[in-house]
């Protein structure tokens, strides 16, 4: 588990900034909610983050390293997207446990991750199948799976459930939040879904044009919004 913060962190395309400055501080075990409407620069935050968008300015820590400079396998997290890509051909078992093998992890330690993740995300009786045997959630689930049998310090999620239905979705949600309190692992997670952000949260954090507008629990944002832009986000009373 770790703290993650960023001061003051920056990204540019050439002359187009579309992050400017930001600075969050995000607590071990935290579950903190980037939203915002599209394009407004959650993506490229979290991607930050994730080591896989170089950061054009400012600092990036997790737990006590700064880590500006560091591929993304050696930030121990793990990244959840929106169009996760299982291995067709292979077993769920083995989607699960392809990443620990790579790695060169000894058999007896993949056996039992990915036990311990199947069982966390109520896959026990699925581990034979191939993901076309799935339906949409238990794929979704896979994915989770895949990237908590690594035991990374940190979860991110990229807009995890838009794939999903209505219902699927809402089911999702309770068990993203599970999954939280069971492992107790740091998150950042990105919506542009209001509702998505006030369930899940601990902290909002609302975006706009590549800025920070406000952060706070769920009750804060919605009770005290700093602006009209918030208010009407977040679908305060007026
Ligand atoms: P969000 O995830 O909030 O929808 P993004 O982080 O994906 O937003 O994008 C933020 C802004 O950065 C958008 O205006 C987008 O067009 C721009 N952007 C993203 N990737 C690139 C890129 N490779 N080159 C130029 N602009 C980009
Ligand atoms: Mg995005």
Known sequence: ????????????????????????????????????PSGCGKSTTLRMIA??????????????????DLPPRDRNISMVFQNYALYPHMTVRENLGFSLKIAKRAEAEIAKAVTEAAEILSLTPL????PGQLSG????????????????DVFLFDEPL???????????????????????????????????AMTLADRIVIMRD?????????LEVFETPVNTFVATFIGSPP
């Open 51 to 68: 080591g896989l968008e170089d950061i054009s300015g400012g600092m990036l820590r997790i737990g006590d390293r700064v880590v500006n």
């Open 137 to 152: 959630g238990q794929r979704q689930r896979v994915a989770m799976g895949r990237a908590i049998v690594r035991h990374p």
């Open 162 to 196: 838009s794939n999903l239905d209505a219902k699927l979705r809402t089911q999702m949600r309770v068990e993203i939040k599970k999954l939280h309190q069971r492992l107790g692992t740091t998150i950042v997670y990105v919506t542009h879904d209001q509702v998505e």
């Open 1 to 36: 588990m770790a703290q993650v913060q960023l001061q003051g962190i920056v990204k540019a395309y050439g002359a187009l900034q579309v992050v400017h400055a930001i600075d969050l501080d995000i607590a071990d075990g935290e579950f903190v909610v980037l939203v915002g």
């Open 210 to 218: 590549g800025r920070i507008e406000q952060i706070g629990t769920p």
């Open 127 to 130: 581990l034979e199948r191939k």
